[in-house]
């Protein structure tokens, strides 16, 4: 299914690769690759499917959750779908609380729900998911894990959860991907090298790959 997935989201463009012309990140880092899972809602046949591999995945790895935690924005929806198909409450989870009103940073959040699953589009750095775990363990919130779409499989963001104790599931990931890519014919060779370079060291790759 992990291959299926990837193949999916490389129809739709929810994931696009241009290592010769690499995007720029908002952080202002180069990249080869970029997802937009938020595409997939456009979709209904293949978020349903993916909603469908997010709860098999929880209820492999996470059986107790009683509670789909959400990442704001993008997290949201999908949240919301596995929540409704397990009939499980659902919160959803700020970066930061609000500046106004009661302030909150986790919005649907009852005393009843103790122990939460965050739902994620996307891992890179997993700065973001981190956070969501963090903010419902302030809250009382035993978070059993990261469920997500897709992960770049990048060093920093896997050292990331191991250092904050919190295991993670995908999908699909990176390594799929690219190799449903060659497989395809959507990339050349030296694409895929690049590709590679890219998740070894994706903050030096820019300078490094285009100075050769």
């Not at 990442?71 to 779908?81: C, V």
């Not at 739902?119 to 997993?126: N, P, R, W």
Request: aromatic share 8%; glycine share 8%; proline share 4%.
């Amino acid at each position: 299914m992990k291959t299926t997935i990837a193949k999916h989201l490389l129809n739709i463009k929810a994931v696009t690769l241009s290592p010769e012309e690499p995007y720029t990140w908002s952080s202002g880092m180069k990249s080869p690759i970029y997802c937009d899972n938020r595409l997939i809602l456009a979709y209904p046949e293949l978020r349903k499917q993916v909603a469908e591999e997010l709860v098999s995945m929880i209820k492999n790895h996470y059986p107790e959750a009683d509670l789909i935690a959400g990442t704001a924005t993008a997290g949201i929806p999908h949240a919301a779908f596995v929540a409704d198909q397990m009939n499980l409450p659902m919160c959803y989870v700020r970066s930061s609380a609000k500046a106004h009103g009661k302030g909150k940073q986790i919005e649907g959040l009852t005393e009843k729900t103790k122990k939460a699953v965050v739902v994620e589009d996307l891992i890179s750095t997993g700065k973001s998911s981190i956070q969501a775990c963090q903010a419902l363990q302030e809250a009382g919130v035993e978070v059993l894990g990261v469920a997500a779409i897709f992960s770049y499989g990048l060093e920093k963001g896997i050292e990331a959860f191991e250092k904050e104790g919190v295991s993670f599931q995908t999908v699909t990931n990176f390594s799929t991907l690219i190799k449903e890519a060659q497989e395809s014919g959507t990339i050349s060779g030296q694409g895929l090298s690049l590709l590679k370079e890219w998740q070894l060291d994706p903050e030096n790759w820019g300078a490094a790959s285009f100075s050769k």
